[in-house]
């Protein structure tokens, strides 16, 4: 956003602002979220003035502007794997496998409406969204749903398979969903129907990246590694 992107310390909860163009950092925190059990997972940016901050069990709006964060009361509690923001709703991935659709309050988000029509995928661990979700497994294999149904979607045998994948991230601008696994030091891109494009490998640094940002304008990716 504005040429920066946020960097949270998931154990700390500082948050930095980092400038990709100048590859500068700042080398103190401009607000330290609250303590919470697990420590914080990632944290999403919603416009230039707003992000949430997630953890297993906080979700926390974080105004940039002001420097401050207040926790978002949501409904129905459970514990959260991984959300995602998409046409300004927030759907959250539990960890019991469901989906819940929130949309936006003047509070925050209203009470979440469960969204698969299925049933819930035990083993998914991460979502990605964009005129689809994608739910990563945690055998690293991906499931696609649209309306709340799953589509046919696989990809294809890779040469050394995914040990330990992540994250997984859609970028509708380039249109393909990517999946970061650290267990082989790997970025791997797909297409929408799971055709293979490209791989990207350094085991120097995505070995210990805990989450990974694609530039698709300039072909650049940005991974957030603890190296």
Same mark, same amino acid.
């Given at each position: 956003?504005?040429?920066?992107?946020?960097?949270?310390?998931?154990?700390?909860?500082?948050?930095?602002?980092?400038?990709?163009?100048?590859?500068?950092?700042?080398?103190?925190?401009?607000?330290?979220?609250?303590?919470?059990?697990?420590?914080?997972?990632?944290?999403?940016?919603?416009?230039?003035?707003?992000?949430?901050?997630?953890?297993?069990?906080?979700?926390?709006?974080?105004? %940039?502007? &002001?420097?401050?964060?207040?926790?978002?009361? @949501?409904?129905?509690?459970? $514990?959260?794997?991984? *959300? =995602? #923001?998409?046409?300004?709703?927030?759907?959250?991935?539990?960890?019991?496998?469901?989906?819940?659709?929130?949309?936006?309050?003047?509070?925050?988000?209203?009470?979440?409406?469960?969204?698969?029509?299925?049933?819930?995928?035990?083993?998914?661990?991460?979502?990605?969204?964009?005129?689809?979700?994608?739910?990563?497994?945690?055998?690293?294999?991906?499931?696609?749903?649209?309306?709340?149904?799953?589509?046919?979607?696989?990809?294809?045998? %890779?040469? &050394?398979?995914?040990?330990?994948?992540?994250? @997984?991230?859609?970028?509708? $601008?380039?249109?393909? *969903? =990517? #999946?970061?696994?650290?267990?082989?030091?790997?970025?791997?891109?797909?297409?929408?129907?799971?055709?293979?494009?490209?791989?990207?490998?350094?085991?120097?640094?995505?070995?210990?990246?805990?989450?990974?940002?694609?530039?698709?304008?300039?072909?650049?990716?940005?991974?957030?590694?603890?190296?």
């Amino acid at each position: 956003s504005k040429g920066h992107a946020l960097v949270l310390d998931q154990t700390t909860g500082a948050l930095y602002r980092y400038e990709p163009k100048t590859e500068a950092a700042a080398l103190t925190p401009f607000l330290t979220l609250p303590a919470t059990e697990g420590g914080w997972m990632r944290i999403i940016l919603l416009d230039e003035n707003n992000a949430l901050a997630i953890s297993k069990n906080d979700i926390v709006q974080v105004n %940039l502007k &002001e420097k401050k964060s207040a926790p978002l009361s @949501i409904e129905p509690k459970s $514990e959260v794997a991984d *959300v =995602a #923001i998409w046409n300004k709703r927030l759907y959250r991935l539990a960890a019991s496998g469901q989906i819940f659709r929130h949309d936006r309050s003047e509070e925050g988000y209203a009470k979440g409406v469960p969204w698969l029509k299925t049933a819930s995928v035990r083993d998914a661990k991460a979502i990605a969204i964009d005129s689809a979700i994608y739910l990563l497994l945690a055998d690293g294999g991906v499931k696609k749903f649209l309306s709340g149904r799953e589509q046919t979607f696989s990809l294809p045998p %890779l040469d &050394e398979p995914l040990a330990s994948a992540s994250r @997984i991230r859609t970028f509708p $601008e380039a249109e393909v *969903v =990517a #999946i970061l696994d650290p267990g082989t030091g790997r970025i791997v891109f797909a297409n929408s129907s799971g055709k293979l494009l490209v791989q990207y490998e350094s085991h120097d640094l995505l070995v210990s990246a805990s989450d990974f940002a694609f530039d698709a304008e300039n072909k650049t990716i940005y991974a957030l590694s603890h190296k």
